[in-house]
């Protein structure tokens, strides 16, 4: 399983965008996230389920992940979280569609 080596961030908290905070997290803990959202009763599921996906996907364990989202749409969720993760250290996995 791969780790952060440092806390990153990408994003903005411009309307429509987010921004994903992501810090090494203590051995065994697990991803762990806080979200803020202004839409966080109608999708905050939503939002968990894409960032803990992403994470898993690139194979990042340990990891605690803060979002601020302002409305932001799955893509750009999940691409922000790839850039914070990159920030941070991880080695990205090349996605084949």
């Not at 780790?3 to 992501?22: C, F, H, N, P, R």
């Not at 991803?31 to 966080?40: H, R, T, Y």
């Not at 990042?60 to 750009?76: H, Q, S």
């Amino acid at each position: 399983m791969a780790s952060i080596a440092k806390t990153a961030q990408a994003g903005t908290l411009e309307s429509s965008d987010v921004m994903i905070t992501v810090a090494p997290g203590t051995q065994g803990s697990g991803i762990v996230i806080e979200l803020e959202s202004i839409v966080l009763a109608q999708y905050g599921e939503d939002i968990k389920i894409i960032l803990e996906k992403t994470a898993k996907d690139q194979g990042v364990t340990d990891i605690y992940i803060k979002a601020v989202d302002r409305g932001a749409l799955d893509c750009t969720i999940y691409a922000r979280t790839l850039a914070a993760l990159s920030r941070a250290g991880a080695v990205l996995k090349e996605e084949i569609v």
